[in-house]
């Protein structure tokens, strides 16, 4: 009996602790965040992710009363950067905001580091991202005329992205491929040295994102002639989209979002993205994400989940019939 009675006080012991525990976690959820959170941007600082990273960390800061500060990983295509917050706690203390690479990846590449629908818990859309058709080449005044110029003289013209496998190279490969266009793709490490080169004349296409291209088109130094989107932009009235030009499918807006590892806490997850959808209804924080090129994402936090699993089959599709692959 005397050892009986032991093991029952330890049990009640044990569980007691056990109960303890669980209401302290509890407790820490509910305070969330007690400390500072880490912002990962698996892009170098400068573009327009590392800026949309700051600018929805010090909303976040703000609204949290404790630091989020970004930690940029480039390298990999963003993998290095997703990658690292795959592996992180699942606490709510370290957060990623990626691109839509991260759907595209698993088209492009046989074996990735990380599942994209089983690492991560996906908290909110942030912006949107729209891509243009972009030239320095005076003979070719339209979308049109770079169609017909372009299948007079198969493999004349070269077009530049930042990089493999990147969304300007998957756009300019599905385009070229829709109509029948044999052009040499240049890439570059980075959007950067692209620019450098397409003001310089060395290359003298693109199809760029917008928030790269903007102030360029704006000055005449680059000349837009379509918009992949869904209807004409305010930002650029007098571009037409690829849709209005009889261009179908080339529609695909790109998105920059927000994830935390899996197995996130619920109350973690609904606390954080409550906190995002309240600084992306800040109308500065809506001008300051428009001003760098990029629209504030619209609809509700918990539709991001379907949309990757959407776009994974979409973008699967345009990547196997563009033949793009990067292994």
Known sequence: MKKLSLSLIAGIVALCLNFLSAEQALA?????PTKPVKLVMPFPPGGAGDILARIMAEGLSKEWQQPVIVENKPGASGMIGNEMVSKATPDGYTLLLTITQTVQAPALM?????????D???LRRVADALFLFVTTDPVITSLNKYVE????????????????GTSAHIYAEMFNNMNGIKAEHIPYKGAAPLIQDMLGGHVTLSFIDMSTALPHVRSGKLQAYATV??????????????????????????WYGMFAPAHLPKNIATKIRTSIDKVLNSTDVQKKIREIGLFPATGKPEDFGERIAADLKKWKRIIDDAGVKLD
């Not at 110029?149 to 493999?164: F, I, R, V, W």
């Open 28 to 32: 820490a959820e509910s305070l969330y």
């Open 149 to 164: 110029l372009a299948k007079q003289s198969p493999g004349k013209y070269s077009y530049g992205t930042y990089g493999a």
């Open 120 to 122: 991560f818990t996906p």
């Open 110 to 118: 046989k074996q990735l580091p990380y599942d994209i629908q089983k």
């Open 229 to 254: 989107s869904d209807k004409r932009l305010d930002v650029l009235p007098q571009v037409p989209t690829f849709t209005e030009l009889g261009y179908k499918g080339m529609d695909l807006v790109g």
